[in-house]
């Protein structure tokens, strides 16, 4: 149960990673995602409608003389739409991740819970050790108040059955 627990905490160990990966790599496409979103705020402030392609146009033109890649950046955020189907898709991996680990957790103190609920017949089994006793000295101790159990209860019957016929 020991390894078990422990292969257990592992799983959870590298499932709790993966969950801030990938919640790194969503803030950095969050970060992304708002760059973009600031810019279009910025045109508004300035009364700059982006969808006006004269203005887009300037815009270009000015990225250009700056020795910019303005094709490169415009591709980059023009599927909004993309990059908003994988914040959600991002945000449903981290729920399903965390569901995930909330389980691995559950069953990681359910085998803590049995361990402990042994730890009276381990202690009682390492105080037999202690005493010389093995395994199958163990063994055949159980047998044999199994079997003096039985005939107890054989010799209680009998007197039982006796004293009614007396």
């Not at 300037?58 to 591709?75: A, G, Q, S, W």
């Amino acid at each position: 149960m020991d390894h078990e627990l422990e292969r257990k905490k592992k799983e959870i160990q590298v499932l709790q990673d993966d969950l801030e990966s990938s919640r790194k790599e969503m803030q950095n496409e969050k970060k992304d995602f708002l760059l973009f979103q600031n810019v279009k705020e910025e045109l508004k402030k300035h009364d700059i409608s982006i969808h006006s392609l004269v203005s887009l146009i300037n815009v270009i033109k000015i990225f250009d003389e700056m020795h910019y890649r303005p094709l490169t950046i415009l591709c980059e955020f023009s599927d909004i739409t993309a990059y908003r189907k994988l914040v959600e898709n991002k945000d449903k991996q981290i729920k399903q991740r965390v569901s995930h680990i909330q389980d691995l957790k559950a069953i990681s103190d359910n085998y803590e819970m049995k361990i402990i609920s042994n730890e009276p017949i381990i202690q009682s089994l390492k105080q037999l050790e202690n005493l010389g006793f093995n395994a199958s000295d163990i063994k055949n101790l159980y047998l044999i108040f199994s079997k003096i159990s039985k005939n107890m209860v054989w010799i209680k019957k009998k007197l039982k059955s006796d004293s009614l016929e007396v």
